[in-house]
Structure formats: structure tokens, C-alpha cells
């Protein structure tokens, strides 16, 4: 595994997959939380690059530890299991594959006396009309944003039940409503939202919760990309934001951050759109001015 220090198994969470087997305690995880841990432990999948590097950054201007957990390193350290230092690294890990998450998770939260935040961050897309959609389009995509983002809740509600609470937040879309050419990325923030509600019913009691964001579209590399090559028309998008503007990634990254401190204490389970007005549903405009 790609951390530096060896876990100490005794202390982990309960294993769903494998109940009856855990010997964590309470008491020994917030001690060790106390007093290891200056700095609150934030974890962002697929925090190199976009949207979770922009998050990331604003985290640590928050005063977090903040761990991109991704495919790549995006020129970030490695994270060091034994600085307990405010600052944004990197550890590897792909989100598909929901023993590594739950591996990773749990030793994070060894090393770092608990983890405080998570933002299930990573997704992918795939563009083709829904008649046209390949099996493995339709199942990369899913993998990514549905089951990947189900490890991550998981796997960061698990540490959190077991040492006291925390915030977790997921990046859904304004997509989640529909949206022509992308049937596995809709299928998987609508999907999201539901698995959101479900883990906040079942953990509020515990302090731990779970909450979304569904951004609009928002000013980055994906969709810089996607008009250059021609499968998105920015005349088209700005014509149906009334706001009239892409959103900056510290607009998503502020309210996230809003979502993960004590602001929000009674918050969770909700979806929160932040997207310059684009799910307001206009009605049908006048057809002339009334006299
Ligand atoms: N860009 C937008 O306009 C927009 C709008 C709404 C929602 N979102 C959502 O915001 C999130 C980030 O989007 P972005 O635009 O920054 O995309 P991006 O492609 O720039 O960044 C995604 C990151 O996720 C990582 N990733 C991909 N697959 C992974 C895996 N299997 N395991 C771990 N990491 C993986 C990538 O390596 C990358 O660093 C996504 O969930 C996306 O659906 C984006």
C-alpha cells in the first residue's frame, strides 16, 4: 500500500463486508485524535486537477490537511503519513476499486487520528446519443461517478461513525435532471443524490453528515475541451444560464467548504444547486408586452 507508516489494524472500523471482526474503540480513536492531530484531515478523490484541485486549494486556505486522492499526482507531493502540517498532497488511488478505498481510507484515518471532511470529487463523462451507447461507455461512467462515489461515502462514513463525526459532500450536476447526450453521467449524479439522503438519514444521529452539490457548468479544462472540440457550443450554454456566465471553480469550492465546516452544522442530506440560476424553471415567456 502506498502509505509510509503501517496501520494499526486493531483500530480500524467495522468491515461491512466482513461484520464481527472489529475491535475499534470510541474512546482510543478520539484520544488519538486529540492529540495527533493539529490540523483537521480532508480527503478530495481526483483533488489533481479541476474542480478537486480548486477545492483542495480552498481547504487548506481553510486550514485543513487536504489529501487528493487520484489517478495522478498533478505535481503534488506525496502524502506523508507523519506530518501532520496544513498543506494539500497526493496519494494514489482509483475510486472503482472498493477494497483499495476502503484500504486507503482506513489508513488515513489511522495516521491522521480520524478523517474530518471528504468530497467524493472524482467523475468522468462520455458523450453519445443514448441509442449509440457502447456497454463499456455506459459502465466506465457508472463505475466512476456511481460506485465510486458509494466506496467513497462508505468508506469515509465508516472512520467517521467510529471517531466521533464529520462532513462529507458529493459533486452531483445540474445534469442529474436530464441532459441530451450523457445518459450514464445524468443516471449517476441523480443516482447520487438519492445515495446523499440515504447516508444522511442513517448517520445524522452519529454527527456525521452527508450533503451534495449540483454544480452548473463551470469554467474548466473538461468543458474548455469539450467546446474546442465541438461537442459543446458556448453560445448555446450561455443562452440557457440566466446568469449569464460560467461558474469560477472557488464559487463550487466556497460552498463545499460552507458544507464540510461547523457553518452548516444542521445541514445534511440536501443538494444544493450552484449554478447562476440555470434549474429555474421560466414558465413560457409573454408573447408580447402586456399594455
Ligand atoms: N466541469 C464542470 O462543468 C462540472 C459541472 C458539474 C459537475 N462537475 C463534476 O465535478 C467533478 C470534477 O470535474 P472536473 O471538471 O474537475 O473534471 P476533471 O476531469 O478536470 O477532474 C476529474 C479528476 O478525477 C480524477 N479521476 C478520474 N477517474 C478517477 C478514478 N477512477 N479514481 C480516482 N480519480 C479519478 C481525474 O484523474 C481528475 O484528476 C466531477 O464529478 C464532475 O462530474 C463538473
Redesign the pocket.
Known amino acids: 500500500m502506498p502509505l509510509t507508516c503501517s496501520p494499526d489494524w486493531d483500530k480500524m472500523p467495522p468491515d461491512p463486508d466482513n461484520e464481527g471482526t472489529t475491535t475499534s474503540s470510541l474512546t482510543q480513536s478520539l484520544n488519538s485524535k486529540q492529540s495527533t492531530q493539529p490540523a483537521p484531515t480532508a480527503i478530495v478523490?481526483?483533488?489533481?486537477?479541476?474542480?478537486?484541485?480548486?477545492i483542495g486549494e480552498h481547504l487548506v486556505d481553510e486550514g485543513y490537511r487536504v489529501i487528493?486522492?487520484?489517478?495522478?499526482d498533478?505535481g503534488l507531493p506525496r502524502f506523508d503519513g507523519s506530518s501532520t502540517d496544513v498543506g494539500l498532497s497526493w496519494l494514489e488511488?482509483?475510486?472503482?476499486?472498493h477494497a483499495q478505498v476502503r484500504d486507503v481510507f482506513d489508513q488515513i484515518s489511522q495516521q491522521c487520528g480520524g478523517i474530518d471532511a471528504v468530497v467524493?470529487?472524482?467523475?468522468?463523462?462520455r458523450h453519445r446519443a443514448l441509442v449509440d451507447l457502447s456497454w463499456e461507455e455506459w459502465s466506465a461512467v457508472i463505475?466512476?461517478?456511481l460506485h465510486?462515489v458509494f466506496s467513497t461515502i462508505q468508506a469515509a462514513g465508516r472512520n467517521m461513525l467510529a471517531t466521533g463525526g464529520g462532513s462529507i459532500v458529493a459533486?452531483?450536476?445540474?445534469?442529474a435532471r436530464g441532459s441530451a447526450g450523457r445518459a450514464p453521467?445524468s443516471t449517476s449524479?441523480a443516482a447520487i443524490i438519492g445515495l446523499v439522503s440515504t447516508a444522511a438519514g442513517e448517520w445524522a444521529a452519529q454527527g456525521v453528515r452527508v450533503n451534495a452539490v449540483?454544480?452548473?457548468?463551470?469554467?474548466?479544462?473538461?468543458?474548455r475541451d469539450g467546446v474546442a472540440a465541438g461537442t459543446l457550443d458556448m453560445d448555446v450554454i450561455m443562452n440557457r444560464i440566466p446568469a449569464n456566465r460560467?461558474?469560477q471553480?472557488t464559487e463550487?469550492a466556497q460552498t463545499v467548504g460552507f458544507l464540510l465546516s461547523q457553518q452548516s452544522s444542521y445541514i445534511t442530506g440536501q443538494t444544493l444547486y450552484i449554478d447562476g440560476g440555470f434549474m429555474i424553471d421560466y414558465g413560457i415567456p409573454l408573447a408580447k408586452k402586456p399594455d
Open positions: 478523490t481526483g483533488g489533481s486537477q479541476g474542480l478537486g484541485r480548486t487528493s486522492t487520484d489517478l495522478h498533478g488511488l482509483d475510486v472503482t476499486n467524493a470529487n472524482a467523475g468522468i463523462q463505475d466512476v461517478n465510486g459533486i452531483s450536476s445540474v445534469s453521467y449524479k449540483a454544480p452548473g457548468y463551470i469554467d474548466t479544462g473538461v468543458l460560467l461558474a471553480p463550487i
